[in-house]
């Protein structure tokens, strides 16, 4: 059977019965929805960290994980036998793109000149791979945290030593982007925030982040590579406030600092509910901000305080998000769904790799069959365009034309009693719209 | 049409098309399910606080709400008319069961004698209305919030004359529960908690809370009342810390004041949430304790920290909250599903009543008939059974029937291996688990 | 003794012992401080909806508030009347400055001419007061959120004439800004968010929210009033998203609408908290992004997610935001301290008012106290310049003055060891820190 | 200076400062304060594993920790190395007392029997610093979570072998309370709840934790072991909830299975915070509940969703806690304070160990300062006094002695008026009361 004691995930439909197994139940790849095959609105991609590399260690807890490739001990054997593993487990699973961080592939050495040269092995490995599975790169990023010389941040590190480190572990990561065929280049932030404000010099941090930004920025045009900044917003953990806080702090970053034209977001769900906002509400804010880079789909648990990466299942997000790739015409310019997101820990087994993957898999794609049901029906097109049609005409479009004036609409206003006022509001009937969201999620799932 | 100006709400089925109307989707009264009547299994009750009293208040503006009585100036005249509306709105709803506070349903006067005069002429009125209807009081309930002499709890407030004031009202409420044959009489704590503990002497307010609580039974004992009495926890708001803080507070209460044999629970969903639980849980808790008595079926959203008392649309919610109903065989020995939920500030309609409950209902119909379809399949019973079976003999059976001594224990342990440990857990395929209810919901639903 | 039943508040210093009564133990408003006497750094300013108009309501129970002037029933008597209890509240605390909406001062009448016209008597006897007792307004702002009409927002309602109507009111309030020479005009986002994203057009109804903005400052500049424009942020309460959510969130609107210019913020304690993030955070955030411009002082309970409104009483809240007012060279550039703050329902008496607002002088005073102290020392400074100090010189400079590049990094990085990197990096002993804190604190106000 | 490069940490006092440093400003340990000596009110413990096993990891990061016992590499060279160290520098800070898991003294072999003759090894020299030394065991506990083998609980696995491993590790770890004399034993529930109620059988789970309960308590009377047994409540993490949620959870929990006579509870601050309650309200219920055992003194954020086991340094909780002691005559019957706590990531020397340690012991000792001159004026005695005081005659007289029924409230209260009602209750001043225990703070810490 290969590496992987586990056959082709293959398409099987609503017929399997409701017990979810190694099969899709709405995941098929060349189905034609909304006019797109379903694997050209999804880009599915796998997080080499979290599919290879997590242990399922927790804080209070030692690995689970078991892995038919624990029998390397040999930190490069190891790494170089991942590979295989790897690309044998996009294609059993139907995946076509993968994710990295630099360190997930290779060890460290006590050098940034050895560890490059570690880097460049695998990555000869891995390129030789995506040749001939036709795998591609979604993303690449660095791994600027798990190091203690990162204890105190990476670009934004009070330590200047600890920046040019970064900055030349930068250097090296977008070269492997442009080597590769990157499409992005993401940027999580890891340690760059802080821990206390009495000893931070906030302003001057960010300052730092940004310049490393720019300098990236500076590099990847030098070098050739196209591939799409993405910034991935986090609120806090591990430090306590995370300065890519959320999609709109994210978005005062790039203005402040004039990165607006050269980054968009990658954006996660279970940091947005960190945030205190749920995923639609990320989604929405970079969609209509024109910064909606590509997408790390995962979920939480919102009664619970940090990340917990699990894989999507929660239906209500996947219609919410998918309806809103669908609203942008595509996940971004280059975007893609990565699963950003393990198993849990107690699900430890081997093929829960595949598995879990199938359940977000099967959920984004039955979200995208729900959100495209409600698409044809123009049913929230149709329920906005009645909620905002008193801008159409009249005082309203003077007001979006800007032909009104505050002295206008007071003559306007002014003898308008309170009985006409309250008239010319309407109830929205939001328990409705609520239901009739579960009604599609039934009828466009029960067509599947 | 008589005094709502719509029609008696019909089931119409899926075959109505996904955008939920004023009709039912999954709610069809009389059909069996699980071997009783859709009707008897969820015995849904109407909360007249929120459904003819709430003007849609929010903290930061005045009611919005419009209702055909809001003709009516007088007070009396206004509290008499409403129950003609409210039993009309039962009937047409296809409600069997209703739920009130004694300050919602009648005006105060300036003494407590003129106030139960008040009350006792529109309880004159509904008993009227529920022979002619048929329609039964599943419970009632004092208001000990409202009225600023409450400002520091009733049973709890520190000034006594409050507490013998609040005895004197519970009497009352109790006469009428009595005289109305309400199944159940409900304790939610108000203001029974703490703004701050440096000035409270919380153990003798709990003590003075069990106090009350046992005049009570005493009371009911002696008038003949037979109904259920249920406290319905609350973890904070209006006060910092509600003393029925979540299930296990309660039961914890309980068993301290020597009140268990009195009391079973009023579990709801969105006080469930702001205790940092899952509904599930806590109705959970309750059944494996031998205390869940009823249940006030709303929602809120989890990123929210206030209660918002939605209608119930979160199918996940609903199913797993009726398959603990399912498995305990009814909602309590007397118990039902009462709305203790109101429209959104602006869904502000008149019908919006019709329609927000129409939501819930078939919401929890929905509940109902997923968590049939996964009981008939013994789906979660064979999960359970197969991952404890190590109980069921061996080491396992000796720790159940009480034979294992830490002797017993250890000489079986000590010379295993970490791998023989190791093998002795199991996957437990979470994620799989996760999709598994998914496509329960779309399976069940779709045959609906 | 005046319309009040209590004598004027003087300064009383420790040896009043530790119990809190009616004298100020830290507030001496015109002793030197840092430069500047104590009122000049606080500014403090009366509340009017909280400390005259708040019944002490929530959304359990009625008011519970005792007030002197409880004794007019007509409005119009009693919109008047409170001018004079205002004026002389002011007066006998100590306080130079106050805030109101337009609605806290007068009642509406059935348009909004006749709204107006009740206004406009009410304003020309809060000018006459202004005049007799030199107290000035730190700022106005209008309420756009308690009305029914407002129901789905002001600016970004979907129902034009509802925007209209908004446009109206700001014009009138401005105008009132003008004549009585408020130094700040704020806008709090009361209904501007959603309550759930399916029926909303978030970057519409933001474009609305900026079309009032812009108009305002338009027409602030035709009539000449100068004061500061400020956006006060808040992140969710009363709608599930409040579009200013917080300050980072208000500073990318600020620059996606081209209104960087003509606001700043004003920042209120709660909901920073709300947010997730301390008052520090937002204050500092506003004050290295230039936009700190006033202080809505008050404190909430950060295990509790409502809007509370306490008076402040925190110590390290306190010193904190005082700190970076220090820092700032002031709060803003014609910003104070309001108490945007009401005695908890509790406290309901008359004299509670004073004797809240005493607290939160106080606390203020002795925060101001602290940070001066520390400030004179230098410590923070001292604590940051040592910790960023790498990048004074060398590859550190380098970074900072733009010279380095991703190469110059990585030759500079290529060949240290894991070894040399660590060492690159230092302990911050934030545990001490956090002690030295409190140990100022001590020192400071023993010797007050 | 020995095996730290530090000298014995001395009193300095007040005089040393306000920059905390290598002594302690209001920590001495013989000075009597409310009767008797520092030390005996506050019993400090040490946590073996945060201060002698914890690298500083983090989820997202390699331990920072530098200790001058890296040097060794066997795990038992460096177990019995540890020792020395760890009873040096209880020597050297003053603490008397220490804590620790059986995992954190000894490495894991391949077997029980191999673990427990590691065990035996480290026990042995621990018993011998014992007795040079002075210093004693605060309690002693059994690590039952960081291996794999208890992925899913052990005591409540859902795998007997793991329940019957469970027992034996509890019965090695009773022997070495027994010989060493710890005071207490603790249980941290770990794993002990659920990730999922789907696969749970939540009620049989806490019936097997009880069961181990059970069969500790029949050995430790078997064995003769005295020392008290002590539950520690935490709400979630590492599980998505915890039997032991809260002391109320704990609480009901006893009750229900028979072990209120065996167990008391051990509380932590930053638990509590993650429950949703202050660190005063667990202590508080503890205390008035009669389990009140010992403190594992600690903080997190409030703004923070997970346990960071800060060192003590917020006053307010310092002397919340502090009051409920000196209340309740102690700690508990055999209770200290445990600093179950870590330095910060970024606090990685050496030295902070015992900076961190004194910041903890001079916050507590602050803390019983205050709360004693707090005590010695009977400030919080006479306001809750004052406030209650309506019970102590009359109608309050006849509720608490039982005389009163519904029927004597009613005749009582019958004609009451509203404002009679209302005058029987009183403002409570809250905001005075916040202040003054600021004043206390101060003016008690200034006398230090
Ligand atoms: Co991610
Ligand atoms: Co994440
Ligand atoms: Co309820
Ligand atoms: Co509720
Ligand atoms: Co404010
Ligand atoms: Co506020
Ligand atoms: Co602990
Ligand atoms: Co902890």
């Known amino acids: 059977m290969g590496l992987w004691d586990i056959d082709k995930i293959e398409y099987v439909g ?26 050209d609105w999804l880009r599915f991609a796998v997080a080499y960290w979290h599919t290879f590399d997590q242990r399922l260690v927790d804080p209070f807890g030692d690995g689970t994980a078991e892995r038919p490739y624990d029998k390397y001990t040999n930190p490069m054997d190891l790494a170089l036998a991942k590979v295989d593993y790897a690309f044998e487990f996009y294609t059993k699973l139907g995946v076509e793109y993968f994710c990295f961080h630099d360190r997930d592939i290779a060890p460290e050495g006590d050098t940034l000149r050895e560890t490059n040269a570690n880097l460049d092995k695998v990555v000869d490995k891995i390129e030789e791979n995506m040749k001939s599975t036709g795998v591609k790169l979604l993303w690449n990023t660095q791994n600027l ?25 930068v250097k090296k990561s977008l070269e492997i982007a442009k080597r590769l065929g990157a499409e992005n280049y993401v940027f999580w932030g890891g340690r760059e925030g802080y821990e206390n404000l009495w000893n931070t ?10 310049k490393l930004f720019h300098l990236a920025a500076d590099y990847a045009k030098e070098i050739g590579f196209e591939g799409q900044f993405l910034i991935e917003p986090k609120p806090k953990e591990p430090t306590s406030h995370q300065y890519d806080f959320d999609a ?12 607006e034209d050269v980054f968009k977001l990658n954006l996660e769900g279970n940091h947005a509910n960190l945030a205190g906002h749920s995923y639609q509400h990320e989604v929405r804010f970079a969609r209509e901000n024109g910064i909606l880079g590509s997408l790390d789909a995962n979920q939480g648990d919102k009664l619970i305080g940090w990340d917990m990466d699990e894989f999507p299942s929660d239906l209500y997000d996947c219609v919410a998000v998918m309806w809103e790739v669908l609203a942008n015409g ?22 829960d790799l595949f598995r879990a993957h199938i359940v977000g898999m099967d959920s984004y794609a039955a979200g995208l069959l729900v959100a495209a049901k409600m698409h044809e029906d123009h049913y929230i097109e149709d329920l906005q365009a009645d909620r905002y049609s008193s801008y159409e005409s009249g005082i309203g479009k003077s007001i979006e034309d800007g032909s009104a004036t505050l002295a206008s609409l007071e003559e306007y206003s002014l003898d308008k009693t309170q009985a006409e006022l309250r008239a010319a509001t309407k109830s929205d009937h939001l328990e409705q719209v ?14 599947a």
Request: charged share 25%; proline share 4%.
């Open 14 to 39: 609503r017929k399997g019965g409701a017990k979810e197994g190694l099969g899709f139940r709405y995941y098929d790849a060349d189905k034609v929805v909304a006019g797109k095959k379903m694997k």
């Open 145 to 169: 945290f798990t190091n203690p010389r990162f204890v105190s941040g990476a670009a934004t590190s009070p330590f200047a030593d600890i920046f040019a480190y970064s900055g030349a572990q």
């Open 201 to 210: 010099e906030m302003h001057r941090e960010q300052a730092h982040m940004a």
């Open 248 to 259: 709109a702090a994210a978005l005062a970053f790039l203005k402040t600092f004039d990165l």
């Open 330 to 351: 595509s996940i971004g310019p280059h975007g893609g769904l990565n699963f950003d997101a393990k198993p849990r820990r107690t699900s430890f087994a081997a093929d």
């Open 434 to 447: 609520k239901a009739t969201i579960n009604n599609y999620i039934v009828d466009a799932l029960a067509e």
